[in-house]
């Protein structure tokens, strides 16, 4: 059987490494229990499980390899030197696991024999630099055969504060809103990379897309025989601030916001183009939109003391009944592995059955205990944004095949200089 080959950006420290580790914990498992986790629409209503929507006539090539006899997991981050303490971290706390595992009643070794096959790798890539990108896909496509999983969680937030007026603002009509999506942070705006693009445009949007081209083929090789997964890091701060001749978010007072939305877009028309072709084998290159929740992480900078504080308020609205306030980066990761292993004829189950008419995303949310469950919710605006998604994916293309045309003019100016 085919092992997955798995990619995660950002995957040193957060929610990209809580989706490494989550990852691993799973599939040291025979059946990974959360596959089996419960699952909720965007009125918070029980959309069932993937007990309850199995069937007989899904396609081979939508499931996971379960139980899962190997994995290649690639850990795509700007720092190594970073990366490679958390890879160290990630394995001692997967071995830690496994002998835990061990000690359970009615252990079948399972988890021993995959931690055997298991290999996580560390390769650099800085998306806010198109000239990182190349080398990368060159050395995954050198050192591997397919990609089966490839996870888009890298990202900046370029927050620089607190506006206490909108903040009080919000809090006078939306108290629930002020802890979990946030619209009084102070953010820069009018960054250009070192590539004279949108900073936070091609941190979050631009150079994922760099990436989905450029590995596209290892995605769609049939050397991996199920479908293969594109997973977008989506958050509960998405919405259309933005000027559609601005699709760069050069000049938006909102572009963290933003570019998650244009993700959202993006991923969603990407994924609507892919059903409509398959290969002739019958497998197909999916695209799906996940987001964490409300995780504490350290994307923006506080105070220990304000960021003690911001986990005890994250707390109350749990308490107060909100499902968003997952908290820790183990529970935010939930989509996105949830996400990563379940059937795909059950996601089309469990998706129908929740009423909503259109593309949507899936969110990581836990009940009030703090156990994890997965919720559906719709892409907000899709019905008067599909014209800007499609124009959004043509103007990325175009922007990829200049960035590309431009890279073979270098290298064959330097092969003729060579030459002479």
């Not at 809103?177 to 693009?197: C, H, M, N």
Request: with cysteine; net charge neutral.
């Amino acid at each position: 059987m085919q092992r997955p080959i798995v990619v995660v950006t950002g995957a040193n420290g957060g929610v990209g490494y809580g989706i490494c580790q989550r990852l691993l914990f799973q599939l040291a498992e025979s059946t990974s229990p959360d596959i089996s986790l419960p699952v909720t629409d965007s009125s918070n209503s029980y959309a069932g499980n993937s007990n309850e929507h199995d069937n007989d006539a899904r396609r081979h090539a939508d499931q996971f390899p379960m139980p899962c006899e190997g994995l290649t997991l690639i850990m795509a981050c700007r720092s190594v030197k970073r990366a490679e303490a958390a890879r160290l971290k990630l394995l001692m706390s997967f071995n830690a696991h496994v002998e835990k595992l061990k000690k359970k009643k009615g252990y079948n070794g399972h988890g021993e024999k995959f931690r055997e096959n298991v290999q996580v790798d560390i390769h650099s890539v800085d998306l806010a630099m198109t000239s990182t990108i190349q080398p990368f896909v060159y050395t995954l496509r050198t050192n591997y055969p397919y990609i089966s999983h490839l996870v888009f969680n890298a990202g900046v937030a370029p927050f620089d504060g607190l506006d206490w007026v909108k903040l009080f603002k919000q809090a006078s009509n939306d108290l629930m809103g002020v802890i979990t999506a946030p619209k009084f942070y102070k953010q820069t705006w009018g960054e250009r990379s070192l590539d004279g693009y949108g900073w936070v445009w091609q941190c979050n949007v631009f150079g994922h897309y760099c990436l989905y081209k450029a590995l596209t083929p290892m995605l769609k090789s049939q050397r991996y025989p199920f479908d293969t997964r594109v997973i977008w890091t989506s958050s509960l701060e998405a919405r259309k601030t933005y000027d559609s001749d601005d699709w760069q978010l050069k000049e938006t007072r909102d572009p963290y916001g933003s570019s998650k939305y244009q993700t959202e877009l993006i991923a969603s028309h990407l994924d609507r183009l892919s059903l409509k072709t398959t290969s002739p084998s019958g497998k197909r290159l999916r695209h799906f939109v996940a987001h964490p929740g409300v995780c504490s992480t350290e994307i923006f900078d506080l105070h220990p003391i304000l960021r003690y504080l911001k986990v005890w308020v994250f707390y109350i609205g749990r308490l107060f009944g909100s499902p968003n306030h997952t908290i820790s980066w183990e529970n935010g990761a939930v989509s996105v592995v949830w996400l990563s292993l379940i059937s795909l004829a059950t996601l089309s189950g469990l998706v129908g059955s929740s009423q909503i008419d259109g593309p949507v995303k899936f969110a990581a949310q836990t009940d009030f205990w703090g156990n994890p469950r997965v919720g559906i919710a719709e892409i907000a605006d899709w019905e008067e944004n599909q014209i800007e998604a499609a124009r959004l994916v043509e103007r990325c293309d175009a922007l990829y095949k200049e960035i590309e045309q431009e890279r073979g003019r270098i290298v064959e100016s330097e092969t003729a200089t060579e030459r002479m």
